[in-house]
């Protein structure tokens, strides 16, 4: 029997697999509230701020790595004290990246785990929960971007609520982040959280049936425009 040729072997594959949905936004912009919808909705949704959460947690498996890099900021035992930790990290660009060259490989790790998870259960769709999708490349693990957004002055105000958050904290956040005009620019949908939840579920349902049909961008590989400064 004829070698099957690699482009039957790809459509086999994608039959298998779900469509592979990411979900961003800068701080503030109801990222979570969507996520939120969507699991009620039945869509299985891979959460990395809580993975990281996890690995940093008590018996995390970046403790270690993190007591190694960073002593002080927690114990073994009890694991990490993340405001210890960014007392270290925010404004230290040289260890903001070694802390994040000991956690994203491992949050990767476990995204792998779920999406094969998920294959295996014959999902449909399944999101990807990542504040930092463009900022690491991950636009490109993702058959199609969608994006939150709120108007600026909402934004703030959302963030500003939170326990001890500062408009110059909240400035230092947003510098660090993919401006809001090239999140748009690259995703295949944005979605207002501005105008209430019923506008936003409305556009997740939209774009969940999409994707349910087996529309696929095949965004991996797909150059992302980031406009020079």
């Not at 903001?96 to 998920?118: G, T």
């Not at 999902?123 to 991950?138: A, H, N, Q, W, Y």
Request: aromatic share 4%.
């Amino acid at each position: 029997m004829a070698a099957k040729s690699l482009g039957d072997r790809l459509r086999r594959r994608a039959a298998r697999w779900p469509v592979i949905i990411g979900l961003t936004g800068s701080i503030g912009m109801g990222k979570s509230t969507l996520a939120r919808m969507a699991r009620r909705l039945g869509v299985a949704v891979h959460d990395a701020d809580a993975t990281v959460h996890a690995l940093l947690g008590r018996r995390g498996a970046a403790v270690a790595a993190v007591l190694a890099a960073f002593p002080g900021v927690g114990t073994l035992t009890e694991g990490i004290d993340r405001k210890a930790l960014g007392a270290r990290v925010f404004g230290r660009p040289p260890a903001l990246a070694r802390l994040e060259a000991i956690l994203h490989p491992l949050v990767r790790r476990r995204e792998a785990a779920f999406l094969r998870c998920c294959g295996l259960g014959r999902r449909k769709v399944v999101i990807l929960d990542v504040p930092l999708l463009f900022e690491t490349g991950g636009e490109h693990r993702c058959d199609r971007v969608m994006v939150v957004s709120a108007p600026a002055f909402l934004q703030s105000q959302r963030v500003l609520r939170r326990p001890g958050m500062t408009a110059a904290l909240l400035a230092d956040i947003r510098a660090r982040q993919t401006p809001e005009v090239v999140k748009r620019l690259n995703a295949e949908a944005v979605v207002p959280t501005g105008l209430g939840p019923r506008p936003a579920l409305r556009a997740l349902r939209a774009n969940l049936t999409m994707a349910r049909s087996g529309v696929r961008r095949w965004r991996r590989g797909k150059r992302t425009y980031r406009p020079h400064a």
